[in-house]
């Protein structure tokens, strides 16, 4: 269905949860956070993140270790509830916390009474206003009891980290998990009062064959996945040293990424999943298309959202914050997390204060991957017509009067294109992963 220009995907880009993008991030002065939080209002949303699972898989590059040793986990965990109870401080009267996302690692790896605790503790310190609760879930370490904590809880939005079903590929990923693991877990969180679940999968796996997707494909839809996210491997060793753990020689090309990328658009847009920006699908029901019908939309560090609120605080180690003005990165090492937030303060030291011109260009960004068009400024017209003129002559974007358009068969192609305004790329290119 898509057309394969390989020339035109030849530049490694970021994925663009965030512009500027956090390898833009550089030292901010003490206090930035602080006064962020201090100065927001309206809707809030948070993001916690853990970072433990049971096991690692050879594929990940998040912040993430073995949950094995109890007392680092507690030890981490006592730090989190600090650090909810600083921002509880320091958030202002007016502001409403209406959305709650735990991510990681995986969530699942801690105890149940743990996980409750946390949720007791963002009861108590922050102003909570009926908000949506979401979780990311690993299925190998999910147990029955989830599902009665799920439900406590209020979650409704869940997200598995499946990844793909085909035996040999969960082998050489390190992510070895059964069929009847996966179906048991979705009944447990549909009991538990699921309503939207995700199930993320990859493309480009070692020794993945196009077969392999198709079945994967078809699993999900039938276990009733009302998203699905249908990420490409990105194999960067240099950056992720646990990677070398999968051989580089029995991984699919780029021409075969490519059609196994298009093929998962034919696929679930034939079976009647909405396409979600470039790399996400949900049935029509989903909160996720429904904002894609309204036009709204968003994109942030979790992705592709429907979350309008234009403040996220992220809690927890490594985890980013983003304001209007600002993106700021907590302490990534855990030790030095823990450290300073037993003294309560917070560990964001990292980060970047964004420009008006920052924000202007994120907006477009932004626009071209959650809207697929734009109405361009002439000074940004004027800076990119000569890059966007091989994606226009192929079919790939169309350019009507200031209006930028992505169609459907050049949405492999987005981040490409939206790479065009990133100043920051033009002045400091790096090492991104490939748009396919």
Same mark, same amino acid.
């Given at each position: 269905?898509?057309?394969?220009?390989?020339?035109?995907?030849?530049?490694?880009?970021?994925?663009? =949860?965030?512009?500027? =993008?956090?390898?833009?991030?550089?030292?901010?002065? !003490?206090?930035?956070?602080?006064?962020?939080?201090?100065?927001?209002?309206? !809707?809030?949303?948070?993001?916690?993140?853990?970072?433990?699972?049971?096991?690692?898989?050879?594929?990940?590059?998040?912040?993430?270790?073995?949950? #094995?040793?109890?007392?680092?986990?507690?030890?981490?965990?006592?730090?989190?509830?600090?650090?909810?109870?600083?921002? *509880?401080?320091?958030?202002?009267?007016?502001?409403?916390?209406?959305?709650?996302?735990?991510?990681?690692?995986?969530?699942?790896?801690?105890?149940?009474?743990?996980?409750?605790?946390?949720?007791?503790?963002?009861?108590?310190?922050?102003?909570?206003?009926?908000?949506?609760?979401?979780?990311?879930?690993?299925?190998?370490?999910?147990?029955?009891?989830?599902?009665?904590?799920?439900?406590?809880?209020?979650?409704?939005?869940?997200?598995?980290?499946?990844?793909?079903?085909?035996?040999?590929?969960?082998?050489?990923?390190?992510?070895?998990?059964?069929?009847?693991?996966?179906?048991?877990?979705?009944?447990?969180?549909?009991?538990?009062?699921?309503?939207?679940?995700?199930?993320?999968?990859?493309?480009?796996?070692? +020794?993945?064959?196009?077969? !392999?997707?198709?079945?994967?494909?078809?699993? =999900?839809?039938?276990? *009733?996945?009302?998203?699905?996210?249908?990420?490409?491997?990105?194999?960067?060793? +240099?950056?992720?040293?646990?990677?070398?753990?999968?051989?580089?020689?029995?991984?699919?090309?780029?021409?075969?990424?490519?059609?196994?990328?298009?093929?998962?658009?034919?696929?679930?847009?034939?079976? *009647?999943?909405?396409?979600?920006?470039?790399?996400?699908?949900?049935?029509?029901?989903?909160?996720?298309?429904?904002?894609?019908?309204?036009?709204?939309?968003?994109?942030?560090?979790?992705?592709?959202?429907?979350?309008?609120?234009?403040?996220?605080? #992220?809690?927890?180690?490594?985890?980013?914050?983003?304001?209007?003005?600002?993106?700021?990165?907590?302490?990534?090492?855990?030790?030095?997390?823990?450290?300073?937030?037993?003294? #309560?303060?917070?560990?964001?030291?990292?980060?970047?204060?964004?420009?008006?011109?920052?924000?202007?260009?994120?907006?477009?960004?932004?626009?071209?991957?959650?809207?697929?068009?734009?109405?361009?400024?002439?000074?940004?017209?004027?800076?990119?017509?000569?890059?966007?003129?091989?994606?226009?002559?192929?079919?790939?974007?169309?350019?009507?009067?200031?209006?930028?358009?992505?169609?459907? #068969?050049?949405?492999?192609?987005?981040?490409?294109?939206?790479?065009?305004? !990133?100043?920051?790329?033009?002045?400091?290119?790096?090492?991104?992963?490939?748009?396919?």
């Amino acid at each position: 269905m898509w057309t394969y220009i390989p020339e035109l995907l030849a530049t490694a880009v970021p994925r663009y =949860t965030s512009y500027p =993008t956090a390898a833009d991030f550089g030292p901010l002065p !003490d206090g930035t956070l602080e006064r962020a939080i201090g100065g927001v209002s309206g !809707d809030v949303s948070l993001y916690l993140h853990i970072p433990f699972c049971e096991a690692i898989c050879f594929y990940c590059g998040c912040n993430t270790a073995v949950s #094995g040793k109890r007392a680092r986990v507690e030890a981490y965990l006592a730090a989190l509830h600090q650090e909810i109870a600083t921002v *509880g401080s320091l958030m202002p009267q007016g502001a409403r916390v209406r959305r709650i996302a735990f991510g990681g690692g995986s969530p699942n790896a801690v105890h149940t009474t743990d996980f409750l605790a946390l949720v007791d503790a963002l009861h108590a310190h922050l102003p909570l206003a009926g908000p949506e609760w979401s979780i990311e879930l690993d299925p190998r370490s999910l147990t029955a009891e989830w599902s009665g904590v799920i439900a406590e809880t209020g979650i409704t939005r869940a997200s598995m980290g499946v990844q793909t079903f085909a035996a040999h590929c969960q082998k050489a990923i390190g992510r070895e998990q059964s069929l009847s693991m996966i179906c048991r877990s979705t009944e447990w969180l549909r009991n538990g009062g699921v309503t939207s679940l995700n199930f993320d999968l990859m493309y480009g796996l070692p +020794h993945q064959s196009e077969a !392999d997707l198709e079945d994967s494909l078809d699993y =999900t839809r039938k276990l *009733g996945a009302d998203r699905i996210a249908v990420f490409g491997y990105a194999h960067v060793p +240099h950056l992720v040293p646990r990677q070398t753990m999968i051989p580089a020689d029995a991984l699919p090309g780029a021409a075969a990424r490519f059609t196994m990328a298009s093929e998962a658009h034919r696929i679930l847009t034939g079976h *009647g999943y909405d396409a979600i920006g470039f790399d996400h699908f949900a049935l029509p029901h989903d909160p996720m298309a429904r904002a894609v019908r309204q036009g709204t939309l968003r994109r942030n560090f979790q992705g592709f959202t429907d979350d309008p609120s234009e403040v996220l605080i #992220g809690l927890g180690a490594s985890a980013i914050s983003g304001f209007p003005g600002l993106l700021a990165q907590n302490e990534k090492h855990t030790g030095r997390y823990r450290q300073l937030s037993a003294e #309560g303060r917070l560990s964001a030291s990292h980060g970047i204060a964004r420009s008006d011109e920052d924000q202007r260009r994120a907006a477009v960004i932004e626009s071209l991957l959650c809207r697929g068009e734009v109405m361009l400024p002439d000074d940004l017209l004027a800076e990119t017509s000569a890059r966007l003129a091989p994606f226009i002559s192929a079919g790939l974007a169309e350019l009507r009067g200031n209006r930028l358009s992505i169609p459907t #068969g050049g949405l492999p192609y987005a981040r490409v294109i939206a790479a065009l305004f !990133d100043a920051y790329r033009a002045a400091a290119p790096r090492t991104f992963s490939s748009a396919i």
